[in-house]
């Protein structure tokens, strides 16, 4: 059915299901991958018969080639140096460990030596872009488990590129295997020493002559031509065509265009590899999978558990701790995309067949999908394995928010919740003025170095009540939480007013998306960093236009006192993010105007009935701030709306066409 169609049909459905299904995906919180990998699978040869994968790879390895000029970007010498010990030590131990593993229980199956090497090359591999995405999602990248895992993948994605070189030598007969292997090995080495040599010096010129143009076509066009003609070289050398991809980015990882390079390239990586990963979904045999379902299950399990033990005893074995290397191992336990790329070569290459290919795609798939979940779990997991006495096993007792009313008479202070930088400078003022305080912090490192120094900080969780009483909270003055992220600011502020209601509390928050519900639930005080530092702009703006200062003080007294309305609100353009927020309570700024057939024209205000801020009306010229609901609209009135993106919405359409 597939040859009924042309390429661009084919190309056109592919985009069209795409877009349903990524958007259907992000709905249900799943990688975009995966979106691609079904849209694949359901209109490949193997189910609807819309599309064949033969007829677009090219396109599709031409997004491998992408990804991994993107990757040779990234990959860093200076930052490989700094992290050897866990990406040439604990990374290499890892994938040669897993792969040999996996190649001896394939051997032991009775799989022949050439498909247990790719079976073992797609599974030891993890995910690099779910991994990362996870771990600064739960904000754990920086954290000793975040770090390894970082470091294991920066030499997964070393090895992917030589399982790529060898993958082709593998579809060779066992004769000749040995030979294949090592002079595929020779001449990857050998195109890399030489396109280091002469692109190290011959593309950062190329590119800095095209900067001095300053032209972004051609920019762009200089940057396609670099990595699609590395691309070309290696392939005509008979190698992969993403290794000079790879090799391209490298030689221009270290330039200072190596940012202007990422932004170019990724649209047209997006795009093309994201059909890569359609046409890896059309390679999925449906009726294979549902036969082997049980193979399915077992590698599955057999991925998870295996590369979690792997990484954990490995861990160990180089000195880290065991609840760390566990959550390290959590996280790379699924396969990644990378496995992807080298099963559709070796499929390419006959080295493993279809069956092979279906069980192991859906091995990959399934652990991508459960991997968001099994980081939600880790640190559980890890816990209920290797418990420590929490992150505080390195705070020595004393420094523990519990024992502060040991050394302190604590009554009529102040308690600070949260001592980075904010909290620390409202503490020298404290201090300058002698009033008395203590700072609780879940930062082990920072309370070390703040009681090194003679503060009175301590280590704790402020959302626990018997901890706040520790600091006597119940005997108070004013409690300040400075913590950055609002929903912990939040929770801590539900559990004071709860226990302590009558003691005011003071919150810092970075701007007024949470400022009604911290209001709602008891704030004596918000104090919003963004509107505050517009305030403070303000002030200066006006002192330098000689603005009496006395005016100035009651103008943003009142803006104050009046909870900062007068800053709510603001024009959106396409850099505001306004996307990553609740829609409900994103409050936006918007102009209408009255054309000549508009409903609101001869009408009033009140008339309109709008439910939402009408800031200021722009009549004949003349800016009229709150106007008042009798007032009569004419045609070419500008109405100033302030309300959420819906509340606008519906405002326009009553203003404009009269509908409720």
């Known amino acids: 059915m597939a040859e009924s169609y042309g390429l661009f049909e084919q190309i056109l459905l592919i985009f069209i299901g795409a877009v349903v299904a990524t958007t259907l995906f992000r709905r249900l919180k799943l990688p975009a991958i995966l979106a691609y990998l079904a849209m694949g699978a359901l209109i490949g040869p193997f189910a609807l018969q819309v599309a064949h994968p033969d007829q677009m790879a090219l396109l599709s390895e031409l997004g491998v080639v992408f990804l991994l000029f993107m990757l040779g970007l990234e990959f860093s010498l200076p930052k490989m140096i700094a992290m050897r010990k866990t990406v040439l030590g604990l990374g290499s131990a890892q994938v040669i460990t897993t792969s040999a593993i996996f190649i001896g229980l394939s051997l032991l199956m009775g799989m022949e030596l050439a498909p247990s090497i790719v079976l073992a090359g797609a599974l030891a591999l993890s995910s690099t872009a779910i991994v990362t995405k996870e771990l600064i999602r739960l904000q754990q990248l920086g ?16 090895a992917a590129v030589v399982f790529l070189i060898l993958v082709p030598a593998l579809g060779t007969s066992t004769a000749e295997a040995s030979e294949s292997i090592i002079w595929p090995l020779l001449q990857g080495a050998g195109l890399l020493l030489l396109l280091l040599i002469l692109g190290h010096k011959i593309l950062p010129a190329l590119f800095n002559e095209i900067a001095r143009e300053r032209s972004d076509e051609l920019f762009v066009l200089v940057a396609l031509v670099t990595a699609m003609t590395a691309a070309w070289i290696t392939h005509a050398a008979g190698l992969s065509m993403a290794l000079g991809g790879f090799l391209a980015g490298m030689m221009l990882g270290e330039s200072h265009f190596k940012h202007q390079l990422e932004n170019d390239i990724r649209p047209f990586r997006d795009v093309l590899l994201g059909l890569f990963f359609v046409t890896v979904g059309m390679q999925l045999d449906l009726s294979a999978l549902v036969e082997n379902i049980h193979w399915v299950i077992l590698t599955t399990l057999m991925l998870v558990t295996a590369k979690t033990l792997v990484i954990l005893l490995l861990g160990r074995l180089f000195g880290n701790n065991a609840n760390t290397s566990l959550k390290a191992g959590i996280s790379l336990a699924q396969g990644g995309e990378f496995g992807f790329a080298l099963l559709a070569v070796a499929l390419t290459y006959h080295v493993i067949d279809s069956d092979l290919n279906a069980v192991l795609v859906s091995t990959i798939i399934i652990s991508m999908v459960i991997t968001p979940s099994l980081l939600d779990k880790a640190d559980w997991i890890a816990e209920r394995f290797f418990p420590t006495a929490n992150s505080s096993e390195s705070v020595p007792e004393h420094q523990h928010a519990d024992a502060a009313s040991q050394h302190h008479e604590l009554a009529d202070h102040v308690i600070i919740c949260g001592y980075g930088r904010v909290g620390q400078i409202v503490a020298r003022f404290l201090k300058q003025m002698g009033i008395q305080y203590v700072a609780i912090d879940p930062d082990p490192i920072r309370i070390k170095e703040a009681s090194s120094a003679g503060e009175p900080a301590y280590y704790g969780d402020a959302k626990r009540v018997d901890i706040m009483r520790g600091l006597g909270a119940a005997k108070a003055r004013l409690i300040i939480l400075t913590l950055p992220n609002p929903k912990s600011s939040l929770e801590t502020l539900k559990q004071i007013k709860r226990e302590f209601g009558d003691i005011p509390v003071l919150v810092r928050t970075q701007d007024d998306y949470h400022l009604e519900q911290f209001q709602i639930y008891g704030a004596a005080e918000v104090v919003p960093e963004a509107l505050e530092g517009s305030l403070m702009l303000v002030s200066h703006v006006l002192t330098l236009l000689d603005v009496p200062a006395d005016i100035i003080k009651e103008r943003i007294r009142t803006v104050r006192s009046q909870r900062y309305r007068i800053l709510h609100g603001f024009v959106h353009g396409g850099q505001s993010l306004k996307a ?10 918007h102009a ?7 409903y609101a024209c001869g009408k009033t205000l009140d008339a309109l009935e709008l439910e939402l801020e ?6 004949q010229g003349e800016e009229i701030d709150n106007p008042s609901g009798t007032l009569q609209l ?27």
Request: hydrophobic share 40%; glycine share 8%.
């Open 143 to 158: 954290q000793p488990h975040g770090q390894l895992s970082f470091g294991i993948l920066l030499f997964q994605d070393i």
């Open 580 to 589: 990553d927020l609740d829609p409900s309570r994103v409050i936006q700024k």
């Open 592 to 598: 209408v105007t009255l054309s000549e057939n508009a």
């Open 614 to 619: 009408i800031s200021s009306l722009i009549q």
């Open 634 to 660: 004419n045609e070419g009135d500008t109405l100033i709306l302030n309300g959420s993106p819906r509340e606008i919405e519906q405002a326009e359409e009553r203003i404009l066409l009269g509908n409720l």
